[in-house]
C-alpha cells in the first residue's frame, strides 16, 4: 500500500510521469486489434492470436519506464527506434508478440500526443490550464470494469520473458526497471479502484469541458486506424513519420492557446467565438497526423493577422 500511495502522489504531483491513452485504452485497442486478425496479414494475425497475452503486455509496456523526458532524446522509449529494436531483439514468438504490442502502443500515442490532447489544449483557452493527466483521465473514465480486470491478469502472470526484452532493450531513467514495473503495476492496480472510479467520473460529471461518448469513439477510431495502418504496412505506415511523443503538436497547441487566451481576455471575442475558431482548426490538427508539416502552417496562424479563425 506505500507504494500505491507514492503512485498517487507521483501522479498527481507530476504529471509528467504521465501517460497520453491510459492503460485501460491501450487495452481497449490491443483487444480491438485481436477482434481483427482477419485483415492482418496471415502470419502476423496467427502469431498475435497464439500470443494473445504477450501482446497486450506489450501494448501497455511502453508506459512501463517512468520519467521518459529525463533521458536522451534517442533513448526515450516513446521513439520508433526504440519499438523497431524491440522486435529486432525478439528472441522467439512470445517476443516478438510483445514487441508488436509495443509498437501498437506507439502508433495509438501518435493520435494521443498529435491530435487529442493538443485539441482539447487549445479548447481550454478560456480556463485554467489542463494538464496531460487530465485529459488521460477523463478517457480513462469510459473503461469497462472486465478490461481492468483484464489488465490484473495480464500483471499475475507475470511474463518475465517479456520483461528480459524490454530489461535489454529500455534505457531506464529515474528508476531501475524493476522500480519503474512497480509503479506501473501500482497505477493499474490504483486505475481499478472502485474509489478511484468514482472519482474519475465525478470529474468528468462536473468538468464544464465536454468529452462524450460520441467523441470517444470518435478519437478510438482514428486511433485503431493508424494501429491497423502500422500492423499492416510496418514501417511504410505512414505514421512511422509521424512522432509517437507529440512534442511539435503540444508545442503549437499550448502557443494556439496562450494567443486565443490573450485575445479572449482581452475582449476581442467572447468564449462562444472562441470556440468557433477552435473548431475551425480542429480539421487540420487531425490531418497533421498525416501530414506533420501542416504543424508549422497551425504555428504560423497563431501571428497572421489574415487568418481567419483568429478575430483580429
Known sequence: MPL???????????????????????????????????????????LLGSYANDFLYGCLAADI???????????NCHRWRIGARLLQS???????????????HLAADV??????????????FSTIALRHTYWELRFEAFVEPQIWERAQEICRAGLPHDDALLRHVMAPT????????RIFNSILLLSRLERWQLLIKALSTRSQHSLTFE????????????VMDLLIHGEESFCWSADPTGEAALEVAQEMRRHLRFLYKSGRFTREEGMERVEFI???????????????????????????????
Open 215 to 226: 467523441d470517444r469513439q470518435e478519437y478510438l477510431k482514428d486511433t485503431m486506424e493508424v
Open 90 to 104: 525478439a528472441q522467439d514468438d512470445p517476443q516478438r508478440a510483445c514487441a508488436y504490442g509495443y509498437l501498437c
Open 4 to 46: 500505491l500511495l507514492l503512485t498517487s502522489l507521483l501522479i498527481l504531483l507530476f504529471p509528467a510521469l504521465s501517460f497520453a491513452w491510459g492503460g485501460g485504452t491501450h487495452l481497449v485497442i490491443g483487444l480491438d486489434v485481436l477482434s481483427r486478425l482477419q485483415q492482418l496479414p496471415t502470419q502476423l494475425a496467427t
Open 111 to 124: 493520435v494521443a500526443h498529435n491530435y487529442y490532447v493538443p485539441y482539447k489544449t487549445i479548447r481550454s
Open 282 to 312: 480542429k480539421p487540420t490538427l487531425q490531418r497533421s497526423i498525416h501530414h506533420p508539416e501542416l504543424l508549422a502552417i497551425l504555428k504560423g496562424a497563431c501571428h497572421e493577422s489574415s487568418t481567419p479563425f483568429i478575430l483580429q
Open 65 to 75: 519506464i517512468v520519467g521518459k523526458k529525463h533521458t536522451h532524446y534517442l533513448l
Open 174 to 181: 529515474l528508476f531501475s526497471f524493476g522500480n519503474n514495473k
